[in-house]
């Protein structure tokens, strides 16, 4: 089993910035990609960056140039750097990511979701 630790979320006001931080541990032979996913009160949840195992990275449209997605392989974590933030961007943000473990089984797992709320 993989569990997944995310902090750094909270309020912050329009142009502000936040880190967050997602942290994997358990029963982990190698992790593929690992990106977060955000969902505004209802919307569906939606991609907002991935990173891949090698570095590359992608971005919504929404958050080009205002966020950057970071990993730490030796940690096992991942961050997100938002700066600039809107009042669009409120929402609860998700960390996912695709593990192998020692038996071979890939899946696919999420943390338990950060608010972020952005409000003056």
């Known amino acids: 089993q993989v569990q997944l630790v995310e902090s750094g979320g909270g309020l912050v006001q329009p142009g502000g910035s936040l880190r967050l931080s997602c942290a994997a541990s358990?029963?982990?032979?190698?992790?593929?990609?690992m990106g977060w996913y955000r969902q505004a009160p209802g919307k569906k949840r939606e991609l907002v960056a991935v990173i891949s195992s090698g570095g590359t990275t992608s971005y919504a449209d929404s958050v080009k140039g205002r966020f950057t997605i970071s990993r730490d392989g030796a940690e096992n974590t991942v961050y997100l750097q938002m700066n600039s933030l809107k009042p669009e961007d409120t929402a609860v943000y998700y960390c996912?990511?695709?593990?192998?473990?020692?038996?071979?089984?890939?899946?696919?797992?999420w943390g338990q979701g950060t608010q972020v709320t952005v409000s003056s």
């Open positions: 358990g029963n982990i032979f190698n992790i593929y990609n």
């Open positions: 996912h990511t695709v593990v192998k473990n020692t038996l071979g089984t890939i899946a696919s797992y």
